[in-house]
């Protein structure tokens, strides 16, 4: 243990309301010290006031980057972290789709015959929602898949693409993988493969789409597992921000984790937003609950849960796969609509404003 240790907050974390009290000034939280006793100590020139082998001190967090010190005033002793505030993040929602292909190449098949993507069923179910609730779709997409024929989205018409910058505001595109399989395609994935396969779904995204509809600097990787290569060569295509479980799995499970490690996973846990200083790239956690899995009727007891056990994670990104909604797939879900208003219903009715997380992390100050 170091002499002195922050207990709270953690470097480069990022907070939100409920981990303070937020007013004009900013948000003020007590921050807590690990130290032996008898020791002078103030937090950004705040005396602290002792409490065992702890220290205590409020401070205000005033900018979205902010520096918190401690100083022994006798000794001259100084240890400081780096914090963050997401001011405008508590209590908002984005729903995040995966494994999108299937759709794309429904839209691309009947080109000849929509006039409107929204002719599509699974995009008029999007629209729906959005129409119903204003809620904020993120669709990860994939580049190619074999499936009824074989399509790749350079077969994606740009006919629409007045369209898509039209929607832009509650509808964008980014990379999710080459394709559905191999599973974990970037568990041992090269710097060269994954910054390929990423640039190659992303200029797609711009000649059918525009620049309006990409989702720019956040995404998710298909399986959320990957190498340090991987992460670096995302974020040297201009990624920023990544999503995932955190959370060790049992051998051949997914832990959604990418390269980090357990001690990360951990803060990962307790914060739901951490920045890799060394990668410089933001993960944050799913924090919806068993929107996939599980009971229809589950779904508003298990994000009541979530947020009992997570309460300074006060975003909550809610996730579903495309393959569901489809009665060919051995995994389709009967209930997908219905899975899909009770999800966004709980996070309307217990006060949640749908969001892209673009929209909440100043990328140009971290």
Known sequence: MKALEFCFPADCVMLMDAAGVPGEGGLTIQC???ASPGRNLTINGVPC???ENQYRAKIVLK????TVA???MET????AITVYYLKTAHKKYRFSLDDNIWCLQNIAKNQHIYKSIFEDPYFKLLKTMNDRY???FHMNIYYECPEFGGFNLTQMPDKYKAEWKANSDWLRLSFHANANLPDKPYVRGTFAQ????HDRVMDQILRFAGEEAFAGPVTTIHWGDATV????AMRSSGIRAMVGTFQYAAPGGASIKYHLNAEQCALMNVYGFWYDRAEDMVFFKYGGGPTQHGALEELHPGYNLFCKQHPLYTFREICLHEQYFYPHYKGYMPDYYDRFDTAIRWAVENGYEPSFVADLIEFDKL
């Open 32 to 34: 807590v010290v690990n």
């Open 49 to 51: 006031y002792p409490s």
């Open 63 to 66: 900018d979205f980057k902010n």
């Open 70 to 72: 401690v100083l022994d």
């Open 76 to 79: 001259g002793e100084r240890e």
């Open 134 to 136: 204003g809620t904020k």
């Open 194 to 197: 994954t910054k390929f396969e």
């Open 229 to 232: 290569e991987t992460v670096r």
